[in-house]
């Protein structure tokens, strides 16, 4: 019989699972601890999405973090528990007792372990055992150390909110429309990986305003370029060579005047850290993250705009999420290997070497586009970044990432879940 079909609880033992809807149910009669399995159907993000129920309480959702079979520790100081995931989430589930032979699995990498600890309510905890899952397990756990890195541990509102929007969607409450002017807007996005987008597609769409849309590739694509045309009717869809990232075709465009006619730029770009391995969910959390606090929804992008109207001064917003240094990235750590190319090309542009460091990782946010005039001095092109070959730092892209936002009179961190928005 599979592990996931209801059946009689033996004496001692307090489980269930109900798959006679599209939920499926774990459930919790006594409190103790408790050995819980899963195994979800294919995703390519590792997280799963879990209703908490409990007696006299709201429901909790919250995203766990699970391989293809992943055993968790359940510590329950209270029965009536319940577990709830979407049927469609779930190929098999199961709950037990924690047993004596258990505990030497349990205590093992105990250290490590905890710090992906899931706190479903008081004095009720869920720890994903990834040490005894497998090599799948050993990147996961990898995974999950890289983005707590960031700010994003598993238990941490950055994290749960960014993948709530990701599993959800954006809200569907209208956003309130703020009585602000319409700046001319261009939205510059990279892509060096065309099947990304769909989901940019989606919340281009969701903007509400008018924009221009200049999408850079790295190699021709017509279909793409079809389907662009066919939603953003006057895109510009251009090929640059793969240099310098996604700052490289930024460069060029600045260099090409194509930014000149707009009053802010919103620069996104189709960011990927590997195509599978631990470095691929940090990619996918940093973007989606980034993505969702400059162009999350109509409301979002109208609080940004709005910001720009009441600070002259404010010359760039990017996510607070990944803008450095901060708690988690020191200033050591946010220099990189870049602080003499830094300070050289600052002397150039004429810029005071002594202004503090402060960007925004990843080089997605919105400026205006007046405060770019200073990268002129430099005489930048795309042919003056390297050729692409993995590099993770020091190069000229690296640089002028923080000097982006060094140049900047003042700079502004957002996010989409901020308490004040619309």
Known sequence: MPDFLPREPRKGEAWGVDRSSALSEISVHTPGRYIVELSPTDRRMPFLRVNVRRPGHADRIVYVPVTRRTSYLLRSSEGGLVLQFDGSDIAAASIRPLRIGDVGTVLRRRRRQKGFELPLGQGIVLRPLLHIAGPEGRDLTHSLKSLAAWGFGVASTNLQKTLSRHFEGPSIRPPEHLPIAEPKIVVALHLHYPDLWPEFEALLEAIGR???????????????????????????????????????????????????????????????????????????????????????????????????????????????????????????????????????????????????????????????????????????????????????????????????????????????????AA
């Not at 079809?226 to 895109?235: I, L, M």
């Not at 190069?395 to 502004?412: D, F, P, V, W, Y």
């Open 210 to 420: 008018p924009f221009h849309l200049i999408l850079t590739l790295t190699r021709p694509d017509a279909a793409l370029a079809q389907r662009v045309h066919a939603r953003f009717r006057n895109a510009e869809v251009i090929v640059y060579d793969n240099r310098g990232r996604d700052v490289g075709p930024f460069i060029q465009l600045l260099r090409e005047g194509r930014l000149d006619p707009f009053d802010l730029i919103c620069k996104l770009h189709g960011k990927k850290s590997d195509l599978s391995g631990p470095r691929m969910i940090l990619g996918e959390v940093w973007r989606q993250a980034s993505v969702f606090d400059l162009v999350g929804s109509r409301a979002v992008v109208d609080r940004i705009i709005a910001e720009f109207g009441r600070s002259r001064d404010t010359e760039m917003i990017g996510s607070r999420r990944f803008r450095l240094p901060n708690e988690w990235k020191s200033e050591d750590a946010a220099w990189g290997k870049n602080k003499a190319m830094i300070l050289n090309l600052l002397e150039t542009m004429g810029v005071a070497t002594d202004c503090p460091l402060d960007f925004f990782a990843g080089t997605m946010f919105w400026v205006r586009r007046d405060a770019l005039e200073p990268l002129k001095q430099l005489d930048l092109s795309l042919a003056s970044f390297p050729s692409e070959t993995g590099q993770q730092d020091g190069t000229l892209q690296h640089a002028l990432e923080r000097i982006l936002g060094m140049i900047c009179t003042k700079i502004s961190g957002t996010a989409w879940d901020d308490e004040n």
